[in-house]
């Protein structure tokens, strides 16, 4: 089982659309988690730190469930420039920090 | 806003060369790590630093070496480049802390003939 799994996708979606990607991660104690944005051939960039009582910034949300082992990232009101490939990242602790393999979204017109 | 610099967008090398890419971060990081990412394979971690002059191998680090002699400054050496280390190469740092997010320089696109 990988360390942290994701769903590859690709999600194709209408702009305006709400979707939803999910992650599980293996280590139940992990101790922090984040959501990246990749665009093609970009580095990845932060996109926001999820924390256990959930955040939102803006049209994005995430959410945390440590008895379930998974984060999730919420977007809302679909944007053409939402298209990416997002990464669940998680820190099991000490300095490595783990990557899962990314989920590509399409936002179409 | 962090700034991680990374020396070269493209390289393109010879088998058997010696490669230096070099990465410069300037918000006074502890950590630095070196990544590289593989279609299908996603980022893997080949070395890190959390001080200077110290190294530790992360999960891929055969072939490859590192050095930090300055805080802000951490290279990657690879030693005798082979096809198989054609990739994009990523330098990345945080402030310390399991909390610290990682910020990543922009790539640098390794090609070996």
């Known amino acids: 089982r990988k360390e942290v799994e994701q769903d590859p996708g690709p999600f194709n979606v209408p702009e305006g659309a709400t979707v939803a990607f999910n992650c599980t991660y293996s280590?139940?104690?992990?101790?922090?988690f984040f959501w990246y944005r990749q665009d093609c051939r970009k580095e990845p960039k932060l996109l926001m730190s999820?924390?256990?009582s959930g955040n939102e910034d803006g049209r994005f949300t995430a959410q945390l469930n440590r008895a379930s082992q998974y984060i999730s990232l919420l977007i809302r009101d679909s944007k053409l420039s939402d298209s990416a490939t997002y990464l669940c990242?998680?820190?099991?602790?000490?300095?490595?920090?783990?990557f899962g393999a990314g989920t590509r979204l399409f936002v179409k017109a | 806003d962090v700034k991680v610099t990374q020396s070269s967008r493209y390289l393109v090398k010879r088998t058997g060369e010696k490669v230096f890419l070099e990465c410069v971060q300037d918000?006074?990081?502890?950590?630095m790590f070196w990544y590289r990412q593989d279609p299908g394979l996603g980022l893997r971690l080949i070395y890190f630093?959390?001080?200077?002059?110290?190294?530790e191998k992360g999960d891929i680090p055969e072939g490859y070496s590192v050095s930090r002699e300055k805080k802000e400054r951490f290279s990657l050496i690879l030693e005798s480049a082979s096809t198989n280390q054609t990739s994009m190469y990523l330098c990345?740092?945080?402030?310390?802390?399991?909390?610290?997010?990682?910020?990543f320089g922009n790539g640098t696109r390794l090609t070996v003939t």
């Open positions: 990345a740092s945080s402030a310390g802390g399991v909390d610290s997010p990682l910020h």
């Open positions: 280590n139940s104690a992990s101790q922090s």
């Open positions: 999820v924390y256990s």
């Open positions: 990242v998680v820190n099991p602790g000490g300095f490595k920090t783990i």
């Open positions: 918000m006074d990081h502890e950590n």
């Open positions: 630093s959390y001080d200077v002059k110290m190294k």
